[in-house]
T-cell receptor, first 116, second 115 residues
Framework: NAGVTQTPKFRVLKTGQSMTLLCAQD?????MYWYRQDPGMGLRLIHY???????AKGEVPDGYNVSRLKKQNFLLGLESAAPSQTSVYFC???????????????FGEGSRLTVL | GDSVTQMEGPVTLSEEAFLTINCTYT??????LFWYVQYPGEGLQLLLK?????DKGSNKGFEATYRKETTSFHLEKGSVQVSDSAVYFC??????????????FGRGTSLIVHP
């Protein structure tokens, strides 16, 4: 079982470059999330999606855009990368049962991004 | 809004010692509570959960009890092993405004177990 797959796992960018992180899940989950993890800061929610074609801002959305064109995919874009966006990015998903979420998140292995 | 507070780390223990990692929360609704574990270089994975007051979640020798009266969900293990060295995250999941489930995480507690 693949679960949640993130690509790429590592990337180095120069300031001002753009890139897209891809998250794919094969569990037919409705909810998908993008987090960033920084030392001493825990996990901070960037954007999330409650279903295909929907997205919403999280705690730290500035400088990022997302799209959920297909239920299984959630893309995170950086239009003009900045050194402050150097971080480890995690995608997660969760499903519904009887209209309610179990609350349990399934995480990808992370994407380590360095912006020089 | 909802929040989760867990003890600062790192927590350093000798093998076979008793572990407690404190976690308290604030929530407007009636959340489900979770502990996740992150091993080096990996993503988070669910360790245990509890969905209502007085529920005890358990897994791999770890336990935590949902205490609504003290808004706490402390993680315990009677005898830690070197392989338990990881970062532990307390989290809650609740219905937010608009009907969306927005998980809230604590900052994580690093556990280091020495032989």
């Amino acid at each position: 079982n693949a679960g949640v797959t993130q690509t790429p796992k590592f990337r180095v960018l120069k300031t001002g470059q753009s890139m897209t992180l891809l998250c794919a899940q094969d569990m037919n989950h409705e909810y998908m999330y993008w987090y960033r993890q920084d030392p001493g800061m825990g996990l901070r929610l960037i954007h999330y999606s409650v279903g295909e074609g929907t997205t919403a801002k999280g705690e730290v959305p500035d400088g990022y855009n997302v799209s959920r064109l297909k239920k299984q995919n959630f893309l995170l874009g950086l239009e003009s990368a900045a050194p402050s966006q150097t971080s480890v990015y995690f995608c997660a998903s969760t499903g519904l049962a009887g209209g309610y979420s179990t609350g349990e998140l399934f995480f990808g292995e992370g994407s380590r991004l360095t912006v020089l | 809004g909802d929040s989760v507070t867990q003890m600062e780390g790192p927590v350093t223990l000798s093998e076979e010692a008793f572990l407690t990692i404190n976690c308290t929360y604030t929530a407007t609704g009636y959340p489900s509570l979770f502990w996740y574990v992150q091993y080096p270089g990996e993503g988070l994975q669910l360790l245990l959960k509890a969905t209502k007051a007085d529920d005890k979640g358990s897994n791999k020798g770890f336990e935590a009890t949902y205490r609504k009266e003290t808004t706490s969900f402390h993680l315990e293990k009677g005898s830690v092993q070197v392989s338990d060295s990881a970062v532990y995250f307390c989290a809650l999941s609740d219905l937010a405004r608009g009907g969306s489930y927005i998980p809230t995480f604590g900052r994580g507690t690093s556990l280091i177990v020495h032989p």
